[in-house]
């Protein structure tokens, strides 16, 4: 089984994403945790499978949101960041809503040299497409596909 | 490594320097490509205009590494030319480049317009209240409000309505007006073809039924598009930046930020409002290069302003929507409706609303 982390502002799109996570057919397990910042509460350590791959969710309607992400992502280990990691960014469908420059959001991708996927997670067609690949994702970092390793991510 | 590396070496390319939350502690990773710069996306041209990066066909939020300050227009030659254009709310439209408009012609246009607004009458399409013998439309030119000598002179198309109670007086109510400018559009100057005019910023005032016909009559007669142009809040936080900049001699109003919160059941909105003089000294102590503000220098004064508000009230604003701004200069609503406040920073204003309109056209 393979376990993806979910993290980002509450009141964000996460938990649809999580949803339409379970109802795709897949042929392996998932835990999805969600989590609205790092680090993850220390108590349930001993209970947490090891995550195998990280996705912080950012909309750019809402500079929080991105603020939240950075704060958390000082939380993470240096090891993640060789491809289980990505950022999702949501909210691009309207233009004249957007809070956040997209500069900063290249830099992150930039920085910590991970993909930046843009999706309006509010629509579902898209909803469920970024399910999709989020699913082929994690299937890689979990390394349940011979030959295909996570480190390739950080080349996109 | 990282340091402050942004300053020193980049020079005024908002992009280089780091981010405004600073870099997060306990990262091990400092890439070796780590403090590249964007590519050109970001970077200001000498003067300091919008680059369109490659990756969106629309700026989604792209927005320039850096811009220039609005001059001060120091020259009080006729401010009561541009005088009637204060205090009134302006619904903000981005006009496509006119086919074979010339501004010698202005009175045959009119003419038209006016022959075209009563056959609209005569369909019953006009909102039409009291004036018995029409609508009358008058074009003219305004020199002044332009940036350079490159930039099209400005026009305004005012409609009255002539009401025959006072014949003798020939009294007229300006029910509606309109005008159209271009100042420092050279973006869209430059790759112009023949024949075409650029005034891609169009201002109106007056009944929503007026802006449709004279707009359809546009849109027949010169073959160009009119879209509503919205401001985001991204660009509102750079005007609220921009204003406070700017030096203004009595005494003004105090700053005002207006903010709508989402994802809930009854619509709430925060009103933010400071003291002139401090949001001055806030901004003076953020702002490094005279005349000039970048994206960073926006962010960090933002940031102070909602830091100070969630230390008083617990509230994030910046989990919120920034709908209006209004500064002693001008307000500005996220809808796309202005005000402008001051006749010394006009053209400033203009400046940045014709750069946003660019950017809505391409």
């Known amino acids: 089984s393979a376990t993806i982390l979910l993290v980002g502002a509450e009141g964000g799109p996460q938990q649809q994403l999580a949803e339409a996570m379970l109802c795709e057919k897949k042929d392996f397990n998932i835990n999805i945790h969600l989590a609205s910042s790092l680090p993850l509460p220390p108590e349930r350590d001993h209970l947490r499978p090891r995550i195998d791959l990280i996705a912080f969710v950012i909309d750019i309607k809402s500079k929080y949101s991105l603020k939240s992400v950075q704060a958390s992502l000082a939380y993470v280990d240096v090891r993640f960041f060789l491809g289980k990691v990505c950022f999702l960014v949501t909210g691009v469908g309207r233009v004249n809503n957007c809070s956040v420059e997209m500069n900063a959001i290249w830099k992150l991708g930039e920085d910590y040299c991970s993909p930046v996927i843009f999706c309006e997670l509010e629509l579902e067609g898209i909803r469920v497409a970024t399910a999709q690949r989020l699913l082929r994702m994690l299937q890689i970092c979990a390394g349940r596909v011979p030959g295909v390793s996570a480190l390739y991510f950080s080349l996109l | ?362």
Request: hydrophobic share 40%.
């Open chain 2, 1 to 362: 490594m990282a340091g402050g590396a942004g300053r020193g070496g980049a020079g005024a390319d908002g992009t280089g320097v780091q981010m405004a939350g600073g870099r997060p502690a306990g990262s091990a990773i400092e890439m070796e490509g780590a403090m590249r710069t964007l590519p050109s996306s970001g970077r200001p041209s000498g003067t300091g205009r919008l680059s369109r990066g490659p990756l969106f066909g629309r700026n989604y939020g792209l927005s320039p590494g850096s811009r220039l300050l609005p001059p001060r227009c120091q020259e009080d030659a006729d401010p009561q030319k541009t005088a009637f254009l204060l205090r009134k709310q302006w619904t903000l439209y981005s006009v496509s480049p006119l086919y074979k408009f010339s501004s010698a012609d202005l009175k045959d246009y009119a003419r038209m317009l006016g022959v075209f607004i009563a056959a609209e009458k005569q369909k019953g399409l006009a909102v039409d209240v009291d004036g018995e013998l029409g609508v009358r439309v008058a074009m003219s030119g305004l020199p002044e409000l332009r940036g350079s000598e490159q930039d099209p002179a400005a026009v305004l198309v005012q409609l009255s309505l002539r009401s025959s109670l006072s014949p003798k007086n020939s009294e007229e109510k300006l029910i509606w007006s309109g005008w159209f400018c271009c100042v420092a559009g050279d973006d869209l100057l430059e790759n112009l073809p023949e024949n075409f005019t650029c005034l891609p910023l169009f201002l109106v005032n007056g009944a929503e039924s007026y802006t449709a016909i004279v707009g359809s009559w546009f849109q027949k007669t010169f073959d160009c598009c009119f879209r509503r142009l919205a401001i985001s809040p991204l660009n509102l936080t750079w005007m609220a930046a921009m204003w406070t900049g700017c030096k203004v001699d009595k005494n003004t109003a105090a700053m005002e930020l207006l903010f709508s919160v989402p994802h809930l059941p009854q619509p709430l909105d925060i009103s933010y409002a400071i003291h002139p003089e401090d949001v001055k000294a806030l901004w003076d102590t953020v702002q490094k290069t005279p005349g000039e503000i970048t994206q960073e220098e926006v962010d960090v004064f933002m940031e102070c302003l909602y830091s100070h508000f969630h230390r008083h009230f617990k509230i994030h604003l910046s989990a919120t929507k920034l709908v209006k701004v209004s500064t002693g200069i001008a307000s500005a609503h996220c809808d796309g409706i202005i005000k402008f406040l001051q006749s010394q920073y006009l053209i400033g204003v203009l400046m940045l609303l014709t750069e946003l309109a660019i950017s809505q056209i391409q």
